[in-house]
């Protein structure tokens, strides 16, 4: 594999007690971690060390959040938690970073240390509980906001999914409550340029929610897992294919028919699977009305299993995460593992313009047999499930979105935090001084060891 997954540090101090979550803010350097200690830490991106503690409003571990997007000025977090309750929390930019008296704000020089107990009681002051939002009757999995911050998701293990409309100052309403998985709900995410919401559950099953005439419901159920679904994922607005500079019939193909579908979506499972889902295009006919479309039933789309990553994983993958900005994949799991993937134009089949390959070689994937079956986890108070014995080993290939294209692994590292499982992966903009250039990404794990690490990929 031509690629490095090197530690470049831990956010200090670490949580005691088991991490779950970690998600970038979406323009400041710092970051969210939730933990079963009941609290949210607030770490920055460019020293490394915990800022502030949100705590006090949940009764139980928190184990989601999520920042909403579009706001500046003044940044909204929501948190999930096993008490069913879903929180709102405030606060003003300004106050949550430390002031350099330079042209910007030095984010390294915090002027205390985060983890001593009276600086962590004047930050949490400092975050607003805004409203807490209640009507789960179990935990709360996972929360995420839409591309415009206009809604809410959350679900549960009550096997329901509510979606919350913000109308007003710290004002929200109940606009659906989705019941049509038929077991826990382990997470929910939002397309980048639509309201459209994906949803995975222990029931094997992937849905698609849309509103229709005022009413939300479900426009597609994706079955191919043959265990739980524990993360989902959607592709960035633009796609971006690595390897060979190409130019030819099936590339064009390939690329008119990703503009008609859209973003893909890609999801993990306990069946230690990671899939990319596509939408079919929907056929139109000259001079249809819309509205007979919606009336029709038409609302209801088709999406295909596009393709299979190369499986390297042992155990249950808890997480995947698809970057808007280079169109690779990162995964995560109960084996510890970090897996780095990236779709690729199929050599055999490209047309080559300029002989540029982008530093991956041709065959560089690393090909071999996994038969392990997925452990089973038990953090949440529910059993993972394992699948069948007749489809439990499943050997690992290269693997195709269809003729034009392949995802090869191009990093790995495994016992990323020990002998601990991994919770979750996700990238983050590098903030730190010693970034090469201002875009490169890192990528951040969050483990039941209670730590936060960061990660450089060097490819």
Known sequence: MPGTLTLLSPFTPPSLSRAWLSTPHPHLPIIASCSSDKSVR??????????????????????????????????????????????????????????????????????KQGGEDGDNDEEDEEWRYALVLDGHESEVKSVAWSAAGNFLATCSRDKSIWIWEEVGEDDFETVAVLQEHTADVKCVVWHPEEELLASGSYDDEIRLWKEEIDDWGCVSALKGHESTVWSLSWEGSVPRIWGMDV???????????????????ISCSDDMTTRVWRRQPRERTGGQNPLSIIMSGGSEEEWVEEAKLPQRHERAIYAVAWSGKTGRVVTTGGDGRIMVYEERWRVETATVTNGHSNGIEPGAMDVEKDSTLAAEKNAEGTASKTPGDEDSSIPTETATSNEATEWVVIAEIEGSHGAFEVNHVCWARRADRNKRTEDVEVILSTGDDGVVKVWTLDV
């Open 42 to 111: 607030i770490y920055s991106l460019t020293s490394f060390t915990l800022l502030s503690t949100i705590s006090g409003g949940h009764k139980r571990s928190v184990r989601s959040c999520a920042w909403k997007p579009g706001v500046k000025g003044e940044s909204t977090l929501a948190t999930g938690s096993f008490d069913a309750s879903v929180g709102v929390w405030k606060r003003w930019d300004g106050d949550m970073l430390p002031k350099s008296g330079i042209g910007e704000m030095d984010y390294t020089d915090t002027g």
């Open 247 to 265: 130019e030819g019939e099936i590339e064009a193909e390939w690329l008119e028919r990703r503009q008609a579908s859209g973003p893909r979506l």
